[in-house]
């Protein structure tokens, strides 16, 4: 089942990422910090169905237990979200998750793996692919920037700071996805119950925190109800991370890289709603991952 929940996880995070652009706003200061309060509110009463639905008894301990985990990927998606604000989705998306093939290299040093040469050879496929989709984007870029002489919209810039906050982003999810391997792979130090919802109240309590700040302190002008894009994201990401939690409890070192391909899917959702165009170079990279999700899924039935 990791494989079904892999794909549905990637699926659903490539959702997320284009209401993410789409709810972004280059000229709003405090845009990641209202996409932090809307992701939070959702795992927040998704956390407490969830819970209830399953009559599964919550320890607030448990928060305090997954913490180093929960640090990394809310710090990491914070600083994903301003990246955002100033670089495009097609390019951020793929560079961020480079981060699954830097949890992949992380749990084969420090844990020793039962992984046969189908399993690798589908990981490295796709990380290829997932690298070469920004590259790609890149050089595309570029290319229409000197043919049109035209000068970018200020949410799509590629300077130094731009570009920065997706390799910080891969560098923290990377290292946040390595703990929860271990934490529900490896050592099997809680269940993905206790894992998920652990995750999900603390960043409720982050999101409420950082409305407090907006409202209280800079009087920022904020209503949840109105942020369609920003709630649309909120429930993806949320879909996503119910299904991923599940996935790295049973194949952490090769789910971690598949999970990252969503990217691929941000790349496609992007074209369709946000107008960009996919060029044949597109298309090629696009085959090599789904090439290797492919060998993934019959290595899984073999």
């Not at 560079?95 to 949890?103: D, E, L, P, R, Y």
């Not at 046969?116 to 890149?138: F, P, S």
Request: with cysteine; charged share 15%; hydrophobic share 50%.
């Amino acid at each position: 089942m990791w494989f079904l929940f892999s794909i549905l996880t990637a699926l659903a995070w490539g959702g997320a990422d284009l209401f993410y652009k789409k709810g972004s706003d280059s000229n709003d200061k405090y845009s990641h910090l209202k996409i932090v309060v809307m992701v939070g509110l959702v795992m927040g009463i998704h956390a407490t169905g969830f819970s209830l639905y399953k009559g599964i008894e919550f320890h607030p301990f448990d928060m305090v237990k997954y913490l180093p985990v929960s640090f990394f990927y809310i710090v990491s998606m914070t600083i994903g979200y301003v990246g955002l604000r100033y670089l495009e989705l097609s390019i951020s998306s793929p560079v961020q998750n480079s981060s699954g093939a830097i949890t992949a290299i992380l749990l084969f040093i420090f844990f020793r793996q039962d992984i046969d040469w189908i399993h690798i050879i589908g990981v490295v496929i796709i990380t290829v692919g997932v690298i070469g989709i920004a590259i790609v984007e890149k050089q595309e870029e570029n290319k229409i920037m000197r043919l049109n002489n035209i000068q970018v919209d200020n949410k799509y810039q590629l300077g130094f700071m731009a570009v920065m906050f997706p390799i910080i982003y891969a560098l923290l999810d990377g290292a946040g996805t390595f703990a929860d391997g271990i934490y529900l792979d490896e050592l099997k130090l809680m269940s993905e119950d206790s894992a998920l919802l652990a995750y999900e109240y603390t960043f409720f309590i982050c999101a409420a925190i950082t409305f407090i700040y907006l409202k209280g302190v800079k009087k920022v002008q904020f209503n949840v109800f109105k942020e369609r894009d920003k709630a649309c994201a909120a429930i993806l990401e949320t879909t996503g991370q119910f299904f991923y939690v599940y996935a790295m409890s049973a194949y952490a070192i090769i789910a971690a890289p598949l999970i990252a391909s969503y990217s691929i899917f941000s790349v496609i959702l992007s074209r369709i709603f946000l107008k960009e165009k996919l060029t044949p170079k597109h298309y090629f990279v696009i085959a090599i991952v789904m090439l290797g999700i492919i060998i993934l899924g019959v290595a899984d039935e073999l």
